[in-house]
């Protein structure tokens, strides 16, 4: 398995990009942390007879949001699951092909999720649907949904290029 990596070899757009998802994965931890505090001030609000209204509605959309964030982070850090038993016994350039096919897809899957979402969001939008107790606009979820995504595009460009790089015998990815 490879050593996770953010970026301190990393230089220009690779090292940019990587800094970048770092630092946005971060604010998806803090989101999360939000998360918790308002299930906290929920159930101590229902203990004391106060429950927090919308409590389900923002932990919804921020778990969406903070799960969104740290994709391009666990791409860029070749932190994603695999299945090591089946390439225990391969040579670095035959990793580094797979490597380069994950990213390949991971970078189509993301453009995909881009296009589609970003519809999504609009039709969200056209059609003023809002979450029902709070009337928070749905589509609002969808603007940090999306830069995830678009991260997640720059990273895996990034990793699909050090990974062919490695195929060639290159710096390894």
Do not use: K
């Not at 092909?97 to 969001?121: E, H, K, P």
Request: some cysteine; hydrophobic content about 55%.
């Amino acid at each position: 398995m490879t050593e996770m990596r953010l970026g301190a070899d990393r230089t220009g757009f690779s090292g940019a990009v990587a800094r970048i998802v770092a630092g946005w994965a971060l604010l998806g931890g803090l989101v999360l942390l939000v998360v918790i505090a308002v299930n906290m001030i929920s159930v101590m609000g229902a203990v004391f007879g106060h429950p927090f209204p919308g409590d389900f509605e923002l932990t919804e959309m921020g778990v969406a949001i903070a799960v969104f964030a740290f994709l391009p982070y666990c791409q860029i850090t070749d932190a994603n699951v695999t299945a090591d038993i089946f390439t225990a016994r391969a040579g670095p350039r035959l990793l580094a092909a797979l490597r380069a096919l994950a990213s390949l897809i991971a970078f189509l899957f993301a453009a995909i999720l881009v296009w589609r979402m970003s519809d999504g969001m609009l039709d969200q939008r056209e059609y003023n649907y809002a979450t029902t107790i709070l009337q928070l606009p749905i589509w609002l979820a969808y603007l940090p949904i999306l830069l995830s995504l678009a991260l997640l595009v720059a990273a895996s460009l990034v990793t699909l290029t050090e990974s062919l790089r490695a195929t060639q015998g290159g710096r390894n990815g």
